[in-house]
């Protein structure tokens, strides 16, 4: 009885029928079998060798003969008649050219972008295991999310798990630095302290100094090369001193090459942060709130030797927090992990190193660009199918000569891929003169040349040719498919092929949907722009205080506001918009064990005056009021409801805890109640605010009333300079400042506008040629009536009918979609505008007005041929 | 018509059909050149070159009646032409006029 183990592989003899030979088969499978019963064990091992045996006679042989097809005669014959079908129809050819181009182009810079925002921070060593470390704080019913940490986290971590390599802190010194090398002084923002590992966990190359030991000494520093050109020229800077604040003299130890690093931490100088500890040791001893667990004032990055080690770490934290954090915050508190080359895309924390990319913008560009090559596919698709009528006699000798349907298929894909290949390199070619531009508008510095590698070429071409098959494959099958026989008459299924249709609205709904995104995008911006703050934000000017400045505020106040142009100043810690820090408060009739954490901040007198802020109730401070020096609060709206108080608040008690410390260091009455302004981004709703009087200001507000800005200015230096040589003055326009709050949505408006400007043009140029298509086939439609005496705007509704239906289809699916659409991004925001019914109808309008004037430019030249030429043959 | 000399695989597989006269086909080849000159030889490269010997006309291959091994299947026989055979004692001639031109002492030498 033979079993299954006994019969040779059937599958490999299913295999063995495949390929080979008919007329061979019998004797080779005879042969096999026979050899195969002869065997007296049989078991994987024989079946193994029988597919062994099948394989070997994978011969030239025996393989089953292909047709005798001229491969290479046959191409040559594709190419040419390709190339001639394109020249012969300049219009079809250039109307897909101009909108391939266009969309390779949108697609090639976004793509480059995307790229170069993937790229940030995978240049640290082993950055798959470097983490920074963030806390989310909760209190007052607010929750805060940090970037940065307390100081004593880093060394907390290190003791309490094993596994962490290394833990490094960077630190940002309070108020901008001045460095000083003989007569060259700048201030400098991008100064920042760092612990010693700095350069051996991070990835920054070093092209001078050894990154081991370059931040050992307290008293060294690291310049980037920027910095080193700025202040050395072309001399070597190794060795020599920068004078830090005029307090301390820095040896440079190492410069460091990050002008090409994409990194979500940016900087030209690195110190060690020893020698900042060491200064406010000095000053508060041990009692500084560097070693208090309120403070976040460090950002904390930890290298864990793997991601195990990185997983029971996250895994432990609730407890670490638990173990370490102060005893009201333990409850509603975390600590969490970020991957350091996730920070530019995901995080947007408070308190940043600098503003971080985003996700969502990334993802609407990449949306965006893959529209735009969608319509141009589009076009291609149906151009290719209108222009069907002439190909068909083509196509129709073709198959009476026997060309297959695989053979024209091929034909008309090579046309395609020829086009869209062309076009590629048409758009690489121009891609040069546009990155600089994409650089403008992204504030990136992305160099073309990086990425003209030659597997990056490779891929890019490929993709090309795959794009080029896969729109050309639809229209290449159906006309393929054209009966011969049907090709005689002049009315085909192509004209009122259904997909067209189809493919038509939706160019029409993808540019409607982009038409209303851009003008709530826009009027969006614009809102964030104009909207009133509750501030005056136009002819203020915040310029940078100075300790020099603050100690002789009165006397400097005077001589400024002496000036005519200027209104008023007051001196500020934060800047109106910008936002606040926190402090703990305790209200009258709350525990001090419970403290509400709100955000507060520091001002002299005049400030509501300054800024034009109206007072709800009582005043704002006063040098009438001397008490108010050290025992006065003012609160806005939002800080008397979130304390509970519902009536005016006028002389309830306040207790404010210091920094980082357990001690009440102020007790003050509530003197005022300020209304609300937007003293944070508008993305932010309205939070509560505590102003408290201060001298030591960051910043002085300034109102003036001129429009000679520059003379305004070399006044206000005059004043400057007789009050100190030590810093130059340093000012920027408050509406100026507030709009770098909003640079993303200025990025993305700025794209979407430039988006549905090549949107257009790729749909308009669709329905130019499609049109001219339909017109040229009614020609002799259009000189029968215009014997018979139609006016030319009934030709033009008469041509332009078909199209306008599918505008209205078009518009119809697109506003829900839209509405929905536009709904989602506006809720991103705390303060949106209205979506206004009217800019549905406006899009609907511009797609209608092109679409007639596009055909009705068709029509108007029809109407003009002289019937007797169009109906004289027929 | 083809190349009128033989390969040296191509030499053995038609001895081997000249020797077994009306029974040879693909497997008994292979058999027989195994056991002959002890050195195995695949279904696949004896079909193979049966193949390329009857385009060269030195072979021609007919299907047998049905066998009883095998599942039925007919074996392809393998017969030597006349063009075969010349050229195969053209071979075996020109070879043994070679050795004959070798005086001992030569061989021995190397």
């Known amino acids: 009885m033979a079993t299954n183990k006994d019969i040779p592989p059937r599958l490999a003899d299913k295999f063995l029928n495949w390929f080979c030979k008919s007329e061979l088969i019998e004797g080779i499978q005879g042969d096999l079998h026979e050899s ?33 097809l001229n491969t290479a005669h046959m191409f040559q014959n594709h190419l040419k008649t390709s190339y001639k079908n394109l020249l012969r129809n300049k219009m ?27 790229s940030y921070d995978q240049f640290h060593p082993d950055h798959k295991n470097l983490y920074r470390l963030t806390v989310s704080i909760k209190s007052g019913g607010v929750v805060y999310n940090e970037a940065g940490t307390q100081f004593p986290m880093a060394s907390a971590i290190n003791e309490d798990f094993s596994g962490v390599e290394e833990v490094v802190r960077i630190f940002k010194p309070l108020s901008t630095p001045l460095i000083i090398r003989e007569d060259l002084k700048y201030t400098e923002g991008k100064f920042f302290f760092a612990d010693e590992a700095f350069f051996s966990v991070f990835g920054y190359p070093l092209i001078a100094g050894d990154p081991e030991k370059v931040l050992q000494k307290p008293n060294s520093v690291v310049i980037s090369e920027r910095i080193a050109q700025k202040y050395f020229g072309e001399g070597n800077p190794v060795g020599q001193v920068l004078e830090y604040n005029g307090q301390q003299l820095l040896e440079i130890t190492g410069i460091v090459d990050n002008s090409d690093l994409n990194s979500h931490f940016d900087f030209d100088f690195i110190s060690p942060l020893q020698l900042q500890l060491n200064n406010w040791h000095q000053k508060t001893g041990a009692e500084g709130r560097e070693n208090k667990w309120y403070w976040t004032g460090a950002w904390t990055y930890v290298k864990f030797v793997d991601n195990e080690k990185k997983e029971y770490v996250a895994s432990q934290l609730p407890a670490f927090v ?28 408070l308190f940043e190193i600098k503003p971080n990319g985003s996700l969502s913008n990334l993802k609407i560009f990449s949306l965006i660009a893959i529209i735009l090559f969608l319509l141009a596919v589009i076009n291609f698709v149906n151009l290719m199918m209108a222009d069907g009528m002439t190909r068909a006699f ?34 690489l070619v121009l891609t040069q003169w546009t990155v600089p531009y994409l650089n403008y508008l992204t504030d990136r510095s992305i160099s073309l040349a990086n990425y003209f590698t030659f597997s990056n070429l490779f891929l890019y071409f490929c993709l090309i040719t795959l794009i080029g098959m896969m729109a050309g494959i639809y229209p290449a099958v159906h006309l ?33 949907v982009l038409i209303i995104s851009v003008i709530i995008v826009n009027e969006q911006r614009e809102f964030l722009l104009t909207k009133d703050l509750g501030f005056d934000k136009t002819n203020m000017l915040v310029i940078k205080a100075r300790n020099e400045y603050n100690k002789n505020f009165i006397a400097f106040r005077n001589e400024i506001i002496k000036l005519p142009e200027v209104s008023d100043l007051c001196g500020i810690t934060d800047v109106p918009g910008t936002g606040m820090n926190s402090s703990r408060f305790v209200p009258e009739e709350g525990n001090r064990s419970q403290p509400v954490l709100l955000p507060v901040t520091w001002t002299g007198y ?6 034009n802020i109206e007072m709800k109730y009582g005043r704002f401070f006063s040098r009438e009021h001397p008490s108010d020096q050290d025992k006065a609060f003012v609160l806005n709206e939002e800080a008397v409801k979130v304390l509970g108080w519902t009536d005016n608040p006028i002389g309830k008690k306040l207790e404010l805890f210091g920094a980082g410390t357990e001690q009440i260091v102020k007790e003050g009455k509530v003197v005022g109640v300020i209304k609300n302004y937007h003293y944070e981004s ?12 201060t001298t030591s200001f960051d910043h002085y507000l300034l109102k003036f009333q001129t429009d000679d800005y520059p003379a305004l200015i070399e006044k206000l230096e005059s004043v400057w300079l007789a009050f100190g040589q030590k810093w130059p003055l340093e000012y920027k326009l408050l509406d100026r400042q507030l709009e770098t709050l909003y640079t993303r949505e200025k990025k993305l408006s700025d794209l979407v506008n430039l988006a549905v400007i090549v949107a257009l043009i790729i749909a308009g140029i669709g329905i130019f040629g499609l049109s001219s298509f339909m017109v040229s086939k009614r020609t002799k439609e259009v000189s029968i009536r215009r014997v018979l005496g139609i006016r030319i705007s009934h030709v033009i509704l008469l041509l332009a009918r078909p199209f306008i239906y599918m505008v209205a289809i078009a518009n119809l699916i697109a506003w829900p979609v839209s509405y929905f659409l536009m709904e989602q991004w506006l809720s991103n925001f705390e303060y949106v505008v209205d979506i206004n019914w ?13 679409t007639v004037s596009v055909t009705g430019y068709h029509a108007v030249a029809v109407t003009r041929l002289n019937p007797v030429d169009s109906l004289r043959s027929e | 018509m083809g190349k009128e000399y033989l390969g040296e695989f191509e030499e053995l597989v038609m001895l081997m059909v000249a020797m077994m006269k009306d029974e040879a086909y693909g497997l008994a080849i292979c058999d027989e050149i195994e056991s002959q000159t002890g050195r195995p030889a695949s279904i696949g490269a004896v079909h193979a070159t049966v193949a390329r010997l009857e385009k060269k006309g030195f072979v021609e291959t007919f299907m047998s009646d049905p066998t009883n091994e095998r599942g039925g299947r007919r074996k392809r026989l393998i017969r030597m032409t006349n063009s075969g055979k010349s050229t195969l004692i053209k071979s075996r001639d020109a070879k043994v006029k070679l050795w004959t031109q070798i005086p001992d002492l030569a061989l021995n030498k190397i």
């Open chain 1, 36 to 68: 195969y019963e002869r065997l007296e064990v049989k078991n994987w091992k024989t079946k193994f060798n029988y597919w062994m045996q099948v394989f070997k006679l994978i011969r030239p042989f025996a393989l089953k003969n292909t047709k005798p």
């Open chain 1, 92 to 118: 079809y050819t250039s109307i897909n050219l101009l909108g391939l181009v266009l969309a390779v182009l949108v697609c090639l810079n976004v793509g480059l972008y995307v790229s170069d925002e993937l």
């Open chain 1, 322 to 349: 638990q173990a370490h954090f102060p005893q009201k915050w333990k409850d509603d508190s975390s600590i969490d992990l970020q991957r350091i080359d996730d920070i530019h895309l995901t995080s947007n924390l």
């Open chain 1, 394 to 427: 083509q196509i129709g000798i073709r198959k009476t000569l026997g060309a297959s349907v695989s053979v024209l298929i091929s034909q008309m894909l090579i046309e395609t891929v020829l086009l869209c290949l062309s076009s590629g390199i048409i758009a």
């Open chain 1, 480 to 512: 393929a498919r054209f009966k011969s026989f049907n090709i005689s008459k002049k009315e085909s299924a192509l004209s009122k092929s259904a997909t067209k249709t189809a493919l038509v609205i939706f160019q029409f709904f993808a540019s409607v």
């Open chain 1, 606 to 611: 005049d400030f509501s005056e300054t800024a």
């Open chain 1, 682 to 693: 508008m993305h932010h709703p309205v939070g509560p605010a505590v102003f408290d009087l």
């Open chain 1, 838 to 850: 009217l800019i549905f109808i406006i899009a609907g309008f511009v797609t209608l007005v092109i």
